[in-house]
């Protein structure tokens, strides 16, 4: 596949239908397929399609391998005032996590802080929905999650730590400051969807099967992601993976399966926290916060602009809500057979009726 890699251009209310359709068809009810869709279809709309619509097949499949139970509702315990475990029963990541979400929020009223540990939830996706939905709340949001083993230590061979994304939100009447990272020097979706394009990643990403640096996203898939930061990342990312680990009972680097695959159940786990902030006596979104990051902004070289933590998702989501967005065409004709074959169910099942 070369460079010059077909795209559609799709708006965002067909994608969410269409991606809603084609989960239906794979076995999803209405509801928990249209929530999914929407999740991934904003990560397009952010400019991030390692975590959107590509992600439908893989979806399907565990739906239909009965590794993904998409109408299962999550087990919600609470362990102590400020603790929840969440028992996804399988069920899609997005579904299980605005659920804790919902509950996190309505305990912080009492506790200040709240916190779930989530296990057996599917792929959370991107971050900063999640992490937004808990600013707007007036708390500081944070989320950890841990992924298959994809990255090389500092100084080793072979994919052994995961890239354990780290989301969190500190509101602001500035624009709240929004993180969503990963702690490999990429996402294992943005190795994909390079090598989809056909395009070579940027030196410093990731290395091949016998640890040498590669700019060939095929022989990246091969080997591993590299840390981003060197040892800092590599640290940092080991770290947030021991956290999750420890507080949701699941597993580590290797030993994490179920988010890029159909055919192994989900082990990975997830820790979602919320932090009401005037719960220490501060206000939430306070004009001292929001004047330091407007001095950011305005502290680029020769007059340029420096962007906070959010600002570009924040305006490609804007411009793309209305404009529309970039589809890989192998990736579109996918999720629209999907849909099809749904439809093309449907309409038998009525004649049949």
Same mark, same amino acid.
């Given at each position: 596949?070369?460079?010059?890699?077909?795209?559609?251009?799709?708006?965002?209310?067909?994608?969410?239908?269409?991606?809603?359709?084609?989960?239906?068809?794979?076995?999803?009810?209405?509801?928990?397929?249209?929530?999914?869709?929407?999740?991934?279809?904003?990560?397009?709309?952010?400019?991030?399609?390692?975590?959107?619509?590509?992600?439908?097949?893989?979806?399907?499949?565990? +739906?239909?391998?009965?590794?993904?139970?998409?109408?299962?509702?999550?087990?919600?315990?609470?362990?102590?005032?400020?603790?929840? *475990?969440?028992?996804?029963?399988?069920?899609?990541?997005?579904? *299980?996590?605005?659920?804790?979400?919902?509950?996190?929020?309505?305990?912080?009223?009492?506790?200040?802080?709240?916190?779930?540990?989530?296990?057996?939830?599917?792929?959370?996706? +991107?971050?900063?929905?999640?992490?937004?939905?808990?600013?707007?709340?007036?708390?500081?949001?944070?989320?950890?999650?841990?992924?298959?083993?994809?990255?090389?230590?500092?100084?080793?061979?072979?994919?052994?730590?995961?890239?354990?994304?780290?989301?969190?939100?500190?509101?602001?009447?500035?624009?709240?400051?929004?993180?969503? +990272?990963?702690?490999?020097?990429?996402?294992?979706?943005?190795?994909?969807?390079?090598?989809?394009?056909?395009?070579?990643?940027?030196?410093?990403?990731?290395?091949?099967?016998?640890?040498?640096?590669?700019?060939?996203?095929?022989?990246?898939?091969?080997?591993?992601?590299?840390?981003?930061?060197?040892?800092?990342?590599?640290?940092?990312?080991?770290?947030?993976?021991?956290?999750?680990?420890?507080?949701?009972?699941?597993?580590?680097?290797?030993?994490?399966?179920?988010?890029?695959?159909?055919?192994?159940?989900?082990?990975?786990?997830?820790?979602?926290?919320?932090? /009401?902030?005037?719960?220490?006596?501060?206000?939430?979104?306070?004009?001292?916060?929001?004047?330091?990051?407007?001095?950011?902004?305005?502290?680029?070289?020769?007059?340029?602009?420096?962007?906070?933590?959010?600002?570009?998702? /924040?305006?490609?989501?804007?411009?793309?809500?209305?404009?529309?967005?970039?589809?890989?065409?192998?990736?579109?004709?996918?999720?629209?057979?999907?849909?099809?074959?749904?439809?093309?169910? /449907?309409?038998?099942?009525?004649?049949?009726?």
């Amino acid at each position: 596949m070369g460079s010059d890699t077909r795209t559609r251009h799709v708006y965002a209310a067909t994608a969410v239908e269409t991606a809603t359709a084609a989960l239906v068809g794979a076995g999803a009810g209405a509801s928990p397929a249209r929530l999914q869709a929407e999740h991934l279809v904003e990560a397009e709309l952010r400019g991030h399609p390692s975590h959107g619509l590509r992600r439908i097949p893989t979806l399907a499949g565990r +739906m239909r391998a009965g590794l993904l139970r998409a109408d299962a509702r999550p087990e919600i315990t609470w362990r102590a005032d400020a603790a929840l *475990v969440v028992d996804g029963n399988l069920g899609f990541g997005p579904v *299980v996590a605005y659920s804790a979400i919902d509950e996190l929020l309505e305990r912080s009223m009492r506790t200040g802080v709240a916190v779930a540990a989530l296990h057996r939830t599917h792929h959370l996706g +991107m971050l900063a929905p999640y992490v937004e939905r808990i600013g707007r709340a007036g708390c500081i949001g944070l989320v950890f999650s841990s992924t298959e083993g994809l990255v090389h230590p500092w100084g080793g061979v072979g994919p052994l730590v995961g890239t354990n994304p780290i989301g969190a939100v500190v509101p602001s009447p500035a624009g709240d400051l929004i993180l969503d +990272m990963s702690t490999g020097a990429v996402s294992a979706g943005k190795i994909l969807d390079f090598a989809e394009r056909g395009m070579p990643l940027p030196s410093g990403w990731a290395v091949d099967a016998h640890g040498a640096s590669t700019i060939d996203a095929d022989a990246a898939t091969r080997g591993a992601i590299s840390p981003f930061g060197g040892p800092k990342g590599f640290a940092l990312g080991l770290t947030l993976g021991a956290i999750v680990g420890a507080l949701t009972g699941t597993a580590y680097g290797p030993e994490v399966r179920g988010t890029l695959d159909d055919t192994h159940e989900v082990s990975k786990g997830d820790v979602i926290a919320a932090i /009401r902030i005037e719960a220490f006596g501060q206000p939430a979104g306070s004009p001292e916060l929001a004047a330091y990051l407007d001095l950011i902004r305005a502290s680029g070289r020769d007059g340029g602009r420096v962007f906070v933590p959010g600002d570009r998702s /924040r305006e490609a989501r804007a411009r793309t809500v209305q404009s529309g967005f970039d589809v890989i065409d192998d990736v579109w004709t996918a999720v629209t057979e999907l849909a099809e074959t749904a439809d093309s169910a /449907r309409a038998e099942a009525g004649h049949s009726a």
